[in-house]
């Protein structure tokens, strides 16, 4: 098993993430695109080489990520209509996420096999996210299901202080 840490940059511009390993040492470098369309987030391995984006869809009804992973698409994160409580479903083949998603308090399941657990650390600057790899091989997914899940969640709250 290994354990990654996904820690946010709080007041950076352009949303930056780092993901350390248990010793500190940056594994991945998470970059949120600034004043972009289609908003994308890029997270790179250490030598800066892109492993994963993902991207906000544009003109949709509904807001709608898209997760790919060295060049596949390997999931979706779709509002869904609902009058009182956001709600999202995650579409994936194989993939699947159990928990509370949204507390970031959840499983990573390829089909029916743990392969990743997140939870949320808490009483630290920023948000930090301890992440469990059981499957090394799905590392790179475990983080992009996150970072997607983060995105997610940072649009909610950015559109949800828009409206008020």
Request: charged content about 25%; aromatic content about 14%.
């Amino acid at each position: 098993m290994k354990e990654l840490y996904i820690k946010q940059k709080v007041f950076s511009i352009g949303e930056k993430f780092t993901v350390t390993d248990e010793h500190q040492n940056d594994v991945y470098y998470v970059e949120g695109s600034f004043f972009q369309i289609p908003k994308t987030f890029s997270i790179m391995n250490e030598n800066r080489g892109e492993v994963a984006l993902i991207t906000k869809k544009v003109f949709s009804f509904l807001p709608k990520f898209f997760v790919e992973v060295q060049g596949k698409e390997i999931l979706t994160i779709t509002k869904e209509l609902s009058f009182f409580k956001a709600r999202y479903t995650i579409d994936s083949e194989g993939i699947e996420v159990q928990g509370n998603w949204w507390d970031m308090d959840f499983e990573v399941y390829k089909q029916g096999q743990l392969v990743g657990q997140v939870n949320k650390e808490w009483f630290t600057w920023g948000d930090t996210y301890k992440v469990q790899i059981f499957d090394e091989a799905m590392e790179t997914i475990v983080i992009a299901v996150v970072v997607a899940i983060d995105c997610v969640k940072s649009d909610e709250a950015a559109a949800s202080s828009a409206a008020t």
